[in-house]
């Protein structure tokens, strides 16, 4: 089977031939194959071990301490990830000894020479500390993903909260734009008014957009990339656009285990300074070809990856790991979500007061996805702030605005 080694040096392959590897086993194939010594090897299936920076650090990753575990045992098999972190310096396997470019009198464009002092490297740090998911809100974007779309196209929403002076960012509601998601590509179809009342509920609730969240589908299991070529493309895009350095990007996915069971997983990441400059100066080729290989993002010119010129960067030079987390935020996420199979109509309404009834009114309608609702029917100038700053403070809501609201679930 094959196995993907991610490393500070990007994603790897290493073969193992024993259907009944061991650690120690895999970590001597680590040794051969990709000349990292045996015993500078920290092995894991969580992510965060390349977030370590300490020995401390890397002992609460003892998933893959026991060198006699098997592979299986850990339910390791032919495609899945496993996480390296290494101390001291190697050179990366593939990569040709250094010549100088050209020969002497050979001329060089100005293309030339800015790819000469353009280079791509893994970005060690985020700028933001760690990403903290409500709890309810990502599980009504993961349930439905799995439960009503069986992974079977791709989904996509934004994700609202706020990021702190020391760079965590907290997801407390995710806004799901209209969209179409086929196996491979994910349109989003920006309705500038709808957006508006997003911003408007956000700004009074004092948060604001701090990333994106997307499902791969079941098709693109065991595939060997993190992200692939359009979906780095999408996420630079938006990335660039928010003009936030702790912008956040979120995969979620199905992993299906070789017993047939699966596991949803969340990973997270930042796109590298290095892939928003390139994205804003035009540096990638925007149109994808079928045989296009997936793992790898087109430079329109050279760039530098190591010692070698190249316009084909693997796409984990792009990623930066992001810790998650998770927490219980202020909101509830029960009602019904904007542009799905079904429309939200007011009986969705009358029915989420009256399962509440027992609740004062103001946590009644604490629902980002039910004041998106409300919104459409008030002022977005005075209503929508006025009714957002109650929820957000958590304070009376006025009567006139009960009298309403009641006036809507009963229409």
């Not at 997801?171 to 989003?188: A, C, H, M, R, S």
Request: aromatic fraction near 8%.
């Amino acid at each position: 089977m094959m196995l993907r080694i991610r490393s500070r040096d990007g994603l790897e392959r290493v073969t193992v031939d024993n259907p009944h590897a061991t650690v120690a086993q895999l970590k001597a194939l680590i040794q051969s194959q990709l000349q990292i010594p045996f015993h500078n090897q920290t092995l894991s299936t969580n992510q965060n071990l390349l977030l370590a920076k300490t020995a401390g650090d890397f002992s609460r990753f003892a998933d893959m301490a026991d060198p006699n575990a098997t592979l299986s045992s850990l339910n390791l098999s032919h495609g899945s990830i496993v996480f390296l972190a290494y101390d001291g310096e190697r050179t990366v396997a593939g990569c040709p000894a250094f010549h100088p470019a050209g020969s002497f009198g050979r001329k060089m464009t100005m293309d030339d020479l800015i790819a000469k002092q353009t280079r791509v490297s893994r970005q060690e740090t985020s700028h933001c500390e760690s990403v903290s998911f409500d709890r309810d809100c990502a599980n009504a974007f993961q349930h439905y993903v799995n439960e009503a779309l069986a992974f079977a196209v791709k989904r996509g929403g934004f994700m609202y909260g706020t990021v702190s002076e020391e760079g965590k960012v907290e997801v407390d509601f995710i806004y799901e734009p209209p969209q179409q998601g086929t196996e491979e590509n994910l349109l989003l179809f920006r309705d500038p008014d709808e957006e508006k009342l997003v911003e408007a509920i956000a700004l009074g609730l004092g948060m604001r957009k701090v990333g994106f969240i997307f499902t791969q589908t079941i098709s693109q299991d065991k595939k060997d990339y993190t992200l692939s070529n359009r979906e780095v493309l999408q996420a630079a895009e938006l990335h660039a656009e928010s003009g936030l350095k702790e912008w956040v990007t979120a995969v979620v996915k199905l992993e299906v285990n070789d017993d047939g069971s699966a596991d949803v997983h969340f990973e997270a990441f930042q796109m590298s300074d290095m892939c928003i400059r390139l994205f804003k100066e035009g540096w990638f080729v925007t149109e994808i070809g079928e045989d296009d290989d997936p793992k790898l993002s087109k430079m329109k010119n050279d760039v530098v990856v190591g010692v070698k010129d190249t316009k084909e960067v693997d796409n984990d030079f792009f990623l930066v790991v992001v810790k998650i987390l998770d927490h219980q935020g202020p909101l509830s996420s029960t009602f019904p979500i904007e542009n799905r199979n079904t429309g939200v109509t007011m009986k969705a309404l009358k029915s989420h007061l009256d399962r509440a009834k027992n609740l004062p009114f103001v946590k009644r309608i604490s629902d980002f996805h039910l004041l998106l609702l409300l919104a459409r029917f008030l002022d977005l100038g005075a209503d929508v702030p006025a009714l957002t700053d109650c929820v957000h403070k958590q304070t009376e809501v006025p009567e006139g605005y009960k009298i309403l609201i009641e006036s809507l679930a009963n229409a």
